[in-house]
């Protein structure tokens, strides 16, 4: 039986295109925050995927070898067969895939604890229900406690709450919505582990929980502004950029320059220059002529072969630049910037 | 006066039989042994005589994580404030944050490596003690089913605590590992409590078939035993498929997400499904009175697990049904389990050579191809540091050789053809007891007519989500 899952899984080796290694792909899989992986992760188009795999090496080996076993993977160059490339493909793969949110995994995380968590809460209490906690996240317990012990008019926001869920719901459809909404545990009715709701949608378990992940994410995106439901994710942040790289891109932001902000940070070059690589691929606005000539920049544009994201041929092929510096023209261009 | 502390801190109006002893015991300063079968209400015996003297902090030594979460959740549900956990769930700061504050708390729980950290031992020591409560203290004994090695530092420990006053429980230990106990934890003429093993509403039932009808018996047994019901195998691979296989059934082991496991334990207690199967990972701590059948698909490695596995049966005192099925040659499992807990023979002898050839410790778990958390390599790793090579293999061979015997017992419990239940108490040194409805060879059971008891509610998501925020 071929699954869902495994045809994500696929894919992401078919994105790195034969262009990284097995390892790296483990690191993306485990959502390591270094300057690499995220790199990594944003140039072959994995972050939805970012560590939402947190697999050990044991497992990880195992996932690979049952691939290559099943004659779906080239273990020496990391790239498909023409079998697995076939199982990757399908548009219901590469649509699962974009929709699971791995980057802002921390954010929706903590807000579905915090929600799921909630809910179950008050309305036990509400209807004098004893209650086992579904979620064991301290953070997330400490955050209801306050809440539910807030005076307010609760019954029209729970109403809000409801029908928010229900509209984005409806808007994302099946099987999502049911994935989202069987993970919810009420006063009366408990949540559906992975493998009951992959019964349900008669999937396996590990597809299942990716329909959950995916629905969940969508659905805190599709949520209007002004969404009651969005107090659960208040003081989280949704910023893809490390806090470290934050903390560099603030001292920029106060018109200290490269050395200023090395000196003051005491960091060393190479750190500071993954922070402005983090820039480059971020935000919105980048003033990349100041780190590159605009003279390299387009040279860098032309030469690059329009599938690949290797440093290598380019580097050899210009005097003078860095690694460093094709990785910043790399990230605009990968947002779609053009300079030539 | 007990009885009102009892009424005022737990609500209950009366105690069970033999709680009382144990804490007038406690009360007096003795150290205590008790060995009272689950559900008996041992943790009572131990939280009671905090509120009766006030005198300090009561710690309690658990080996599990989720024993400790079930009773810290049992405890602040009765609005009980004061209790804290150290695990590897807190943060390094929630810890510090914690070990600073002792004052607050009247109950600590902790795992024994937690209790072994050096500044944890030492803002303990500085704090008042009134007691150190060692549960499932028979890990600490190497004759009992559960050995842990981070158990056998306790003695030590008690010692650097100051040796406040100590109590030691478990559900069952025959007299070898009740000696065990003693002197490990160099309890001072301790009050013992045992109270019968014995549980008169839980009917004993054997069936003997081959291998290829497990499976199809299986079925049918889950249709016919009164439930909720709980069948343990031995594997989490197992656990998985047998699930798959029956309806209305639901998988539970420890390989599982936080969330995934509670959701299915708070199903299983609000009777929202019908089956467990777990392995023994199952069943520590989880309060169910309504248990009505215990079904064993794979044998257990030891008379003592098998008791209490079965002890999750019937605590409401209603009859209840414990079913073991057993093919030849399942025990196989067993041994290979035994085999994998212990260091192979020439694993032993590398890891002596190398260590004595100067490679550092560090590099050994790689050596020899062990994960550094696998508790073979701690079993290792204190070999080479207490024993000789010749000690170390053969104290594994001595080891494996008792388990094996202990398989054995277990395996006659399900050959004889005399009473069960005899053969039981026998076991933990216990008179026979007559009753009816005692076991498959003492007469027939027959399983009372087995009402529906879950209502499956499967509906479209949008009238899901519609009960989820009803307040009707």
Redesign the interface.
């Known amino acids: 039986m071929v699954h869902l899952a495994d045809g994500v899984l696929l894919l992401s080796i078919q994105r790195l295109k034969g262009e990284r290694s097995e390892r790296s792909l483990f690191h993306v899989l485990n959502g390591k925050r270094s300057a690499t992986t995220l790199q990594d992760a944003f140039f072959y188009d994995l972050e939805p995927i970012f560590g939402l795999f947190p697999y050990t090496k044991y497992d990880y080996e195992k996932l690979l070898a049952s691939f290559e076993k099943r004659g779906w993977l080239n273990r020496s160059s990391f790239t498909l067969t023409e079998a697995g490339s076939m199982l990757a493909s399908p548009e219901a793969v590469s649509d699962l895939f974009d929709r699971l949110g791995g980057e802002y995994r921390d954010y929706t995380t903590m807000t579905w604890k915090r929600l799921s968590l909630f ?1 179950q809460t008050f ?1 036990s209490l ?1 209807h004098e229900r ?7 996240d ?1 953070l997330a317990e400490r955050w209801v406690k306050q809440i539910v012990r807030t005076e307010r008019e609760w ?1 029209p926001l ?2 809000s ?2 029908h928010e ?2 509209t984005a ?1 409806e808007d994302i459809g ?1 099987p999502y ?2 994935a ?3 993970r ?3 006063a ?9 709701i992959a019964a ?1 949608l008669d999937v396996d378990a590990r597809t299942a929980r990716l329909y959950f992940l995916a629905g969940w994410n969508a659905l805190l995106w599709k949520l209007p502004r002004d969404a009651k439901l969005l107090g659960f994710a208040h003081g989280l942040s949704s910023e893809r950029m490390t806090l470290s790289a934050r903390g560099s891109y603030e001292q920029f932001l106060a018109g200290r320059s490269f050395q200023q902000v090395q000196s003051q940070r005491r960091l060393r070059t190479s750190t500071i220059e993954d922070h402005v690589v983090e820039m480059a691929m971020y935000l919105d606005e980048f003033p990349l002529d100041q780190f590159v000539p605009l003279e390299q920049i387009k040279q860098v544009e032309q030469l690059r072969d329009e599938s690949s994201w290797a440093l290598k041929p380019i580097f050899e092929q210009i005097d003078g630049i860095s690694y460093y510096q094709i990785r910043l023209v790399f990230a605009r261009l990968k947002r779609g910037e053009t300079f030539v | 006066m007990f009885e009102k502390t009892l009424k005022r801190v737990f609500g209950y109006d009366s105690f069970r039989p033999g709680q009382r002893e144990v804490i007038d015991a406690v009360a007096e300063g003795q150290d205590v042994l008790a060995i009272m079968p689950t559900g008996a209400g041992k943790s009572l015996t131990f939280q009671l005589p905090s509120y009766i003297k006030n005198d300090g902090l009561t710690i309690i030594v658990s080996p599990l994580l989720s024993l400790i979460e079930d009773q810290m959740l049992h405890i602040r549900e009765r609005g009980e404030r004061g209790v804290a956990r150290l695990t590897s769930m807190e943060t390094l700061e929630e810890k510090q944050e914690i070990l600073n504050h002792l004052k607050r708390y009247r109950f600590l729980y902790l795992s024994p490596e937690q209790l072994a950290v050096p500044h944890v031992t030492r803002a303990l020591a500085r704090t008042k003690i009134q007691m150190l409560v060692v549960d499932e203290a028979h890990c600490i004994s190497q004759w009992g089913h559960e050995f842990r090695p981070e158990y056998a530092r306790l003695g030590e420990l008690r010692k650097q605590l100051g040796s406040p006053q100590c109590m030691a429980v478990t559900a069952t230990a025959p007299e070898t590992v009740k000696r065990d106990i003693v002197e490990k934890l160099a309890l001072f003429s301790p009050a013992q409590f045992v109270h019968s093993a014995n549980r008169p509403e839980i009917r004993l039932i054997v069936e003997r078939l081959g291998s290829e009808d497990k499976m199809r018996r299986l079925s049918e047994l889950v249709h016919d035993v009164p439930k909720p019901a709980v069948i343990y195998t031995a594997t989490r691979r197992e656990a998985e498929a047998l699930a798959l296989h029956l309806d209305d059934a639901l998988f539970y082991h420890g390989g599982m997400s936080t969330e995934d496991r509670r959701l299915v334990q708070s199903q299983f207690l609000r009777d929202e499904v019908a089956i467990m199967v777990c392995t023994s990972a199952f069943g520590m701590g989880v309060n169910k009175d309504n248990v009505r059948s215990v079904i064993h698909y794979q044998i257990p490695a030891t008379l003592e697990a098998y008791m209490q596995e079965i002890g999750r049966a019937g605590r409401d005192g209603e009859p209840a049904f414990a079913v073991l099925l057993y093919a030849e040659g399942d025990e196989r499992i067993q041994q290979f389990l035994i085999d994998q807990q212990y260091p192979k023979d020439k694993d032993i002898r590398l890891a002596y050579f190398e260590r004595d050839n100067g490679t550092s410790l560090a590099q050994l778990p790689r050596l020899l191809r062990l994960n550094e958390e696998d508790p073979v390599w701690g079993l290792l790793n204190q070999m080479l540091a207490e024993r000789t090579l010749a000690e170390a293999v053969d104290w594994v061979k001595d080891r494996k050789r008792a388990r094996y015997r202990q398989l054995g017992q277990m395996m006659d419990y399900a050959l004889i053809k005399t009473c069960r239940r005899d053969y039981l108490l026998n076991y933990f040194s216990e008179q026979p007891v007559k009753q009816s409805d005692c076991c498959d060879i003492c007469g027939e059971i027959v399983f009372p007519p087995s009402e529906q008891l879950v209502s499956k509610n499967v509906t479209d998501w949008k009238h899901r989500l519609a009960r989820i925020f009803s307040f009707d």
């Open positions: 809910v309305m509400e004893t209650f086992y906690p579904v979620q064991a301290r019954r729970i109403q709450f409801h869920l229900e719901l099946d919505a049911t989202v909404v069987y919810f545990t009420g009366f009715e408990t949540g559906y582990t992975y493998e009951q349900l």
